[in-house]
């Protein structure tokens, strides 16, 4: 029964305290909200840390607008570039410019920005229909370096050009025309005209050091030569419909030769002002202007039709399916879209999948849709979403529980996380992963904006529109009558799916996806929680080389873990997503361990200075009653030992090549040791555990091996084990030296497999009944 | 121009008649899309809207909120429950939350006519003539209309509900379990609520009763 209120309870008159806080560095979510007196937040269209872009309701002026809405308590830097964004952006007036409606910019309080919504489309989206019409990308450059060619006069360098900041709005005539939107991190170059009414921090110039801009559409200038670069890159992607390929040879492609060429020589920095590309491109236009008015209008009709394909109605009369009432939009990806809808049959709030309407029809698609349906119904793991229900009418979708919490690219964006909670989002992320490849499913798309961290970090991994079923997918035992082939959704050869920077090699390639490309995307979403910078650095657009200096020193050899997870090649990889997991759980004893060893230093600190203030308070008492005591007291005051917090102990760190590693070990004169140290400094029972785990892996290793041991003729083995710097080196085999047969075929086994402590001096026997096994 | 206290009473409306804070938020807006800067014509705009697409989507509620609360078995929930927190302050929110919910459920088992009319009436408190004005109608239709949904909702909540007769059998507090595992209350993401201690207080007139109710308040930034 309900207990009734206490009687002791007293009032609060708190507005807003029922109200949810977001966690620290993320910034409140505003959508269903009156905002400034004047605009209905309506849905959540962008943004990120520093400011979240809605799109709105105009009370007074009754149009849909954009509010970019910026978090109060942010450092100067991301001020004065929203700053310098409402300054540009009042001032520049193009019918090509996304116009500016009304700003604030108090000193306390939050800052923000409304511009003009543009219903239309973004580039980045027409790209995905494949290559377009040499008469469209022509027109669109056209629109794009007029308004640039604008803004360089006025001393404005956009420095943010690229498919997503290029929108295409559809004119009541039929044509189309281009907006260049967001100068979040445009410059005023020196003695800009505009610059005379920026505020003195948005004038400032830009850090040598600081890269703002987006890979790959930056070539490594400043200027205006920048922005026709990143046109050029933009517009070449357009045409050839595939990634952004600086190097790749455009004159072998269907594009016209004369565009062909000005792309390349843009490309190439031959073309150094926004105004010669406009000129360029004007005189590569050569196709005949009826033909390629024809040739637009089909392709403008085609793209804008799929876009406005009808709609669930959002009010209370429509019901998705006869039974979803459709709330809100969650997001949308490059093929799917979620809402939130509420279910009226289980009296809930789902969340509901369906494919883009302007998607809509594409097998492909489609194929993968369901695929992912599948997927997460074959998933037994608490990290995934429910799958609630699928079906068919009036389109394919399926519902599935609203996954609350904030995912780690936001949290993200405020920097990197501690190296204790990194380790524990990443083992959850390997247990969820590990439950998918028991299965049959490889996820292939593991990336920050994929991972949401709920209430005390609860990790979900979210869209498996990229997924993989593996053939074992299909041969589970409960799949009853068998899934006919022509039923399995096999992946094509050519599909292209996933996200450069995180998903694996092979994966954009198309060639051995298998549960190794997973174990990669982990250690590189890893490598960003612990570093804060992307492992694929955004401005040279390859790998970093991982150095273990990058880490704290309790973290032990993560380095050689990362290493191994993000090799090129998947062989080098750790063998299973189970022996990814237990390396990071070794590297968190290790961690945890750390820790406390720290604490326990600090906390001895304390008790020093606190022990040396009342020595001193004691005598400073007797100073002022004795004076000879004191002086004698002087003489024999205690050296101070604090050590400094650098040297503290139980640093794992990995051995120096040549030889084996040596832990640092606390000095001899800072006291005792605990009872329970070895000489590594790091207590027996976790080195008890550690080796334990490490035996595990190696049992787990060769016992899925059996079959092929057991052709050795060599039933119980008895395996002699040193690990040096991270490589197991096998000492004997059942007593038999390097050479015999059964030696060489547990070494060829246990090669590859990750051995996290290379610091640590380990070695010990693994007892293996291989009958016992078969039995 | 602030204009939340214009938009704030087309807001109540549109969750009473509609049953979701986000839905009526939508509708809002598209109403002064459709009529920018004639605030006079938002409400009549709104009530027409609203009752157009309520009359399509209407099915029988009354049964959906007896399947859900009004079950023989109650679900008991105290200080220990994790949306409680063994704050007593939080079970009074959720008991607020829970009889306003089943209210606004309630009102939704009427028809989009009779609801806007004792929306409009009770809820918001206008006169006959500017309801009438609102729904585009007669002061007398406006009566009448109101009649006939008072009456249906004092067949439903008068036999049933405590806040009608503190001798009938639902109680707020025992079918806070059921509402909260199926889902029909949630712990609120809006600050209507400022931690006042429950009360069930007994109202024999079903207006005077939904006028009791805690205010809808437009959730406001800056």
Known sequence: MVT?????????????????????????????????????????????????????????????????????????????????????????????????????DPEEGPRFLVAEYIDGLDLSHLRRRGPMPAAVAVQIGLHVSAALAYAHTHGVIHRDVKPSNVMLVRHPGGDVFAKVIDFGIAKLARGSDLADDAPAGARRETRGDAVAGTAPYWCGQEGPRRDVYALALTLSELLTGEDPNPEADLTRMQIPPGLADVMTRALRGAIGTMDMLHGALREADVQPPAEAEAERRRYISQVFQTASASEPATDGAARFAGRYIVCDELGEGGMGRVRAAFDTVNRRRVALKTIQARRAGITNLEHRFRREGWALAAIDHPG???????????????????????????????????PLRALGVAIDLAAILRAGHEVGVIHRDVKPDNIVLGQGDRVRLLDFGACLLMPRFFQRHLMFPATPPELRYATGELEHVGTPGYSAPEVMTSGGTGPRSDIYSVCVVLYEMLTGRRYESPTVGRARPIDPGEFSAALGPVADVLRRGTAREPSERPWSMADLERSFEILRAGAVHAQRRRQLWVVALLAVVATGAIVSLAFQILIGTNGTTAVVVESVAPPSIAPPTTTLPVSLAPAPAGGPAVPAVPPDHLGPKPPDDTKTGVREKTVNNIAMLTMSMVRARLMRRHSRLEKCGAPLLTLDLTIDRGQPVLGTVNGMADGDPTHDCVRDELRGLVFPFAGMPQEFTVTLDLDSKVK | ???????????????????????????????????????GAWLPALVARLVNGEKAARVNRFSELTDILRTNSTIPVGLSHPLVQGDVRRLSTLLWELQRTCLITTLRGITAERRAVFTLLHVLGMSIEHTAAACSTTPSAVRVTDIRGRKDLANYLGPRCEHMDENNPCHCVDRLGNALEGGLVHWPNHHDHDGTPFSPQVHHDVGNLYASLPRVRLPIVM
């Open chain 1, 4 to 104: 009734p209120a206490a009687p002791d309870f007293v009032p609060e008159k708190l507005a807003g305290w029922t109200l949810q806080r977001p966690p620290e560095g993320v910034p409140e979510d505003h959508v269903g909200q009156f905002f400034a007196g004047r605009y209905m937040l309506l849905r959540k269209i962008g943004g990120g840390g520093m400011s979240t872009i809605y799109m709105a309701r105009d009370a007074t002026l009754g149009k849909s607008v954009v509010v970019k809405i910026m978090r109060a308590d942010l450092p100067s830097d991301p001020v004065d570039r929203f700053r310098r964004e409402a300054v540009v952006l009042a001032k520049l007036s193009h019918e090509h410019i996304g116009g500016i409606l009304d700003r604030q």
């Open chain 1, 384 to 418: 995934t979403p429910i799958l609630f229900e699928s079906g068919a009418t009036p389109e394919p979708f399926f519902t599935m529980e609203i996954v609350e919490g904030v995912t780690l690219a936001t949290i993200l964006q405020a920097g990197r996380l501690p």
């Open chain 2, 1 to 39: 121009m602030d204009h939340a206290s214009q938009i704030e009473p087309l807001y109540v409306f549109a969750v009473f008649m509609l049953g979701s804070r986000e839905a009526a938020f939508v509708a809002v807006a598209d109403v002064l899309g459709e009529h920018p800067g004639a605030s």
